[in-house]
Protein backbone atom coordinates (compact mmCIF):
# COMPACT_ATOMS: atom_id res chain seq x y z
CA UNK A 1 0.00 0.00 0.00
CA UNK A 2 1.27 3.53 -0.85
CA UNK A 3 1.95 5.44 2.37
CA UNK A 4 4.38 7.33 4.33
CA UNK A 5 6.15 6.08 7.57
CA UNK A 6 8.40 7.49 10.08
CA UNK A 7 9.38 4.76 12.32
CA UNK A 8 10.01 7.00 15.50
CA UNK A 9 7.09 7.99 16.77
CA UNK A 10 8.96 9.67 20.22
CA UNK A 11 12.47 10.72 20.32
CA UNK A 12 14.16 12.62 23.10
CA UNK A 13 17.85 14.46 22.73
CA UNK A 14 20.04 16.44 24.94
CA UNK A 15 20.53 20.01 23.46
CA UNK A 16 23.13 20.61 21.29
CA UNK A 17 23.36 16.96 20.72
CA UNK A 18 23.06 16.04 16.82
CA UNK A 19 19.29 14.97 15.30
CA UNK A 20 18.22 12.56 12.52
CA UNK A 21 14.72 12.36 12.21
CA UNK A 22 13.41 9.18 9.85
CA UNK A 23 10.99 9.04 7.20
CA UNK A 24 10.38 6.34 4.46
CA UNK A 25 7.86 6.09 1.67
CA UNK A 26 6.20 3.58 -0.51
CA UNK A 27 5.30 4.58 -3.61
CA UNK A 28 5.81 3.47 -7.48
CA UNK A 29 7.33 6.89 -8.41
CA UNK A 30 9.16 9.11 -6.13
CA UNK A 31 6.68 12.02 -4.94
CA UNK A 32 7.44 15.41 -4.00
CA UNK A 33 8.51 15.54 -0.37
CA UNK A 34 8.06 18.04 2.38
CA UNK A 35 8.98 17.88 6.23
CA UNK A 36 6.89 20.45 8.02
CA UNK A 37 7.06 20.94 11.99
CA UNK A 38 4.77 21.90 14.16
CA UNK A 39 4.73 23.75 17.81
CA UNK A 40 2.44 23.91 20.34
CA UNK A 41 -0.66 25.91 19.27
CA UNK A 42 0.47 26.77 15.96
CA UNK A 43 0.02 25.15 12.52
CA UNK A 44 1.80 23.37 10.60
CA UNK A 45 5.46 25.13 8.80
CA UNK A 46 7.17 24.01 6.53
CA UNK A 47 10.84 23.48 7.49
CA UNK A 48 12.12 22.07 3.53
CA UNK A 49 11.03 20.23 0.23
CA UNK A 50 12.31 18.14 -2.44
CA UNK A 51 11.32 18.03 -5.65
CA UNK A 52 14.50 17.47 -8.11
CA UNK A 53 17.88 17.71 -8.24
CA UNK A 54 20.37 18.23 -5.72
CA UNK A 55 19.43 15.04 -3.30
CA UNK A 56 20.62 17.24 0.09
CA UNK A 57 18.41 20.11 0.72
CA UNK A 58 18.73 22.59 3.46
CA UNK A 59 15.52 24.31 5.25
CA UNK A 60 14.67 27.12 7.86
CA UNK A 61 16.12 26.92 11.36
CA UNK A 62 19.25 24.90 10.21
CA UNK A 63 17.30 21.36 9.15
CA UNK A 64 18.33 19.64 6.17
CA UNK A 65 17.65 16.50 4.56
CA UNK A 66 18.83 14.01 2.15
CA UNK A 67 16.55 12.24 -0.26
CA UNK A 68 17.86 8.43 -1.29
CA UNK A 69 16.28 6.72 -3.99
CA UNK A 70 17.65 3.63 -3.24
CA UNK A 71 16.01 3.46 0.25
CA UNK A 72 13.17 5.50 -0.65
CA UNK A 73 14.30 7.66 2.52
CA UNK A 74 14.05 11.40 3.25
CA UNK A 75 15.48 11.77 6.80
CA UNK A 76 15.42 14.97 8.45
CA UNK A 77 18.75 16.20 10.33
CA UNK A 78 20.46 18.86 12.27
CA UNK A 79 23.74 18.69 13.63
CA UNK A 80 22.80 20.85 17.12
CA UNK A 81 19.74 21.12 18.48
CA UNK A 82 18.16 24.04 20.29
CA UNK A 83 15.55 23.57 22.99
CA UNK A 84 13.29 25.42 20.78
CA UNK A 85 13.03 22.68 18.47
CA UNK A 86 11.36 20.64 20.58
CA UNK A 87 7.72 20.05 18.76
CA UNK A 88 6.49 17.16 16.36
CA UNK A 89 7.66 17.02 12.70
CA UNK A 90 5.72 15.36 10.20
CA UNK A 91 6.66 13.87 6.81
CA UNK A 92 4.69 14.42 3.52
CA UNK A 93 4.45 13.51 0.29
CA UNK A 94 2.86 14.85 -2.84
CA UNK A 95 1.96 12.35 -5.48
CA UNK A 96 3.56 13.17 -9.17
CA UNK A 97 1.05 12.89 -11.86
CA UNK A 98 -2.01 14.81 -14.11
CA UNK A 99 -3.70 14.54 -10.96
CA UNK A 100 -2.27 15.70 -8.47
CA UNK A 101 -4.30 17.91 -6.43
CA UNK A 102 -1.58 18.47 -4.07
CA UNK A 103 -2.71 16.69 -1.43
CA UNK A 104 -0.27 15.96 1.19
CA UNK A 105 -0.04 12.97 2.47
CA UNK A 106 1.23 12.54 6.21
CA UNK A 107 3.00 10.46 8.10
CA UNK A 108 2.68 9.98 11.40
CA UNK A 109 4.52 12.43 13.17
CA UNK A 110 7.85 12.19 15.17
CA UNK A 111 7.68 13.71 18.81
CA UNK A 112 11.11 15.51 19.67
CA UNK A 113 11.31 16.51 23.05
CA UNK A 114 14.96 18.22 24.20
CA UNK A 115 16.65 17.51 27.06
CA UNK A 116 18.67 20.89 29.09
CA UNK B 1 4.51 36.93 6.82
CA UNK B 2 1.19 36.29 5.36
CA UNK B 3 -0.44 33.77 7.53
CA UNK B 4 -3.89 31.54 7.36
CA UNK B 5 -6.50 32.40 9.52
CA UNK B 6 -8.78 30.04 11.31
CA UNK B 7 -11.44 30.65 13.37
CA UNK B 8 -12.78 29.74 15.72
CA UNK B 9 -9.38 28.20 17.57
CA UNK B 10 -11.91 25.85 19.74
CA UNK B 11 -15.53 24.88 18.78
CA UNK B 12 -17.58 22.74 21.41
CA UNK B 13 -20.78 20.95 20.19
CA UNK B 14 -23.29 18.58 20.84
CA UNK B 15 -23.42 15.61 18.69
CA UNK B 16 -26.18 16.08 15.41
CA UNK B 17 -25.75 20.14 15.59
CA UNK B 18 -24.22 22.07 12.57
CA UNK B 19 -20.54 23.41 12.64
CA UNK B 20 -18.91 25.81 10.04
CA UNK B 21 -14.91 25.74 10.54
CA UNK B 22 -14.18 29.25 9.19
CA UNK B 23 -10.53 30.08 7.04
CA UNK B 24 -9.39 32.98 5.82
CA UNK B 25 -6.60 32.10 3.55
CA UNK B 26 -3.77 34.19 1.77
CA UNK B 27 -5.00 36.75 -0.55
CA UNK B 28 -3.14 35.40 -3.14
CA UNK B 29 -3.29 31.99 -3.02
CA UNK B 30 -5.55 30.25 -5.30
CA UNK B 31 -5.54 26.56 -3.96
CA UNK B 32 -7.36 25.50 -0.62
CA UNK B 33 -7.71 22.49 1.48
CA UNK B 34 -8.67 20.67 4.65
CA UNK B 35 -6.94 18.38 6.72
CA UNK B 36 -7.93 16.81 10.28
CA UNK B 37 -5.89 15.21 12.74
CA UNK B 38 -7.63 13.09 14.98
CA UNK B 39 -6.01 12.93 18.77
CA UNK B 40 -2.84 10.61 18.51
CA UNK B 41 -3.28 9.86 14.95
CA UNK B 42 -1.90 11.49 11.74
CA UNK B 43 -2.72 14.16 9.75
CA UNK B 44 -5.14 13.30 7.33
CA UNK B 45 -6.46 14.80 4.09
CA UNK B 46 -10.12 15.61 3.31
CA UNK B 47 -10.99 18.02 0.35
CA UNK B 48 -9.29 19.97 -1.99
CA UNK B 49 -11.02 22.80 -3.94
CA UNK B 50 -9.41 25.60 -6.71
CA UNK B 51 -11.79 27.46 -8.91
CA UNK B 52 -14.61 27.60 -7.04
CA UNK B 53 -15.11 23.76 -7.16
CA UNK B 54 -13.83 20.16 -5.28
CA UNK B 55 -10.50 19.35 -6.69
CA UNK B 56 -10.10 15.71 -4.90
CA UNK B 57 -11.81 14.65 -1.84
CA UNK B 58 -11.03 11.70 0.64
CA UNK B 59 -13.35 8.84 1.80
CA UNK B 60 -13.54 10.46 4.79
CA UNK B 61 -15.49 13.63 3.43
CA UNK B 62 -18.89 12.06 3.15
CA UNK B 63 -22.29 14.31 2.26
CA UNK B 64 -22.20 15.75 5.44
CA UNK B 65 -19.36 17.41 4.76
CA UNK B 66 -19.10 20.34 2.57
CA UNK B 67 -16.95 23.53 1.68
CA UNK B 68 -17.67 27.22 0.54
CA UNK B 69 -15.62 30.39 -0.25
CA UNK B 70 -18.80 32.10 0.27
CA UNK B 71 -17.24 36.01 -0.42
CA UNK B 72 -13.56 35.83 -2.22
CA UNK B 73 -11.96 35.91 0.81
CA UNK B 74 -13.38 33.24 3.47
CA UNK B 75 -13.15 29.29 3.29
CA UNK B 76 -15.35 27.14 5.05
CA UNK B 77 -15.79 23.98 6.03
CA UNK B 78 -19.50 22.96 6.97
CA UNK B 79 -20.31 19.29 9.03
CA UNK B 80 -24.03 19.24 8.98
CA UNK B 81 -24.70 16.54 11.81
CA UNK B 82 -21.86 16.18 14.18
CA UNK B 83 -20.90 13.12 15.17
CA UNK B 84 -18.66 12.10 18.32
CA UNK B 85 -15.69 10.78 15.84
CA UNK B 86 -15.80 14.38 14.03
CA UNK B 87 -13.87 15.06 17.19
CA UNK B 88 -10.51 16.29 16.11
CA UNK B 89 -8.24 19.58 15.09
CA UNK B 90 -9.03 20.79 11.39
CA UNK B 91 -6.35 22.31 9.65
CA UNK B 92 -6.87 24.96 6.67
CA UNK B 93 -4.04 25.37 3.96
CA UNK B 94 -3.83 27.17 1.04
CA UNK B 95 -1.08 27.50 -1.58
CA UNK B 96 -0.65 29.69 -4.20
CA UNK B 97 0.55 26.93 -7.12
CA UNK B 98 -0.15 23.21 -7.71
CA UNK B 99 2.49 21.83 -10.24
CA UNK B 100 4.23 21.54 -9.28
CA UNK B 101 3.15 21.54 -6.08
CA UNK B 102 3.10 24.78 -4.10
CA UNK B 103 4.07 25.56 -0.66
CA UNK B 104 1.45 24.73 1.76
CA UNK B 105 0.24 27.22 4.59
CA UNK B 106 -1.24 25.88 7.23
CA UNK B 107 -3.69 27.84 9.72
CA UNK B 108 -3.07 27.42 13.55
CA UNK B 109 -5.95 25.16 13.54
CA UNK B 110 -10.11 24.88 14.97
CA UNK B 111 -10.51 22.22 17.38
CA UNK B 112 -13.66 20.73 17.29
CA UNK B 113 -15.42 18.99 20.47
CA UNK B 114 -18.27 16.83 19.88
CA UNK B 115 -20.20 15.87 22.94
Known amino acids: AQSVTQPDIHITVSEGASLELRCNYSYGATPYLFWYVQSPGQGLQLLLKYFSGDTLVQGIKGFEAEFKRSQSSFNLRKPSVHWSDAAEYFC??????????????FGQGTTLQVKP | EPEVTQTPSHQVTQMGQEVILRCVPI?????FYWYRQILGQKVEFLVS????????KSEIFDDQFSVERPDGSNFTLKIRSTKLEDSAMYFCASSETNSPPGIQYFGAGTRLSVL
Open chain 1, 92 to 105: AVVRHGSSNTGKLI
Open chain 2, 49 to 56: FYNNEISE
Open chain 2, 27 to 31: SNHLY
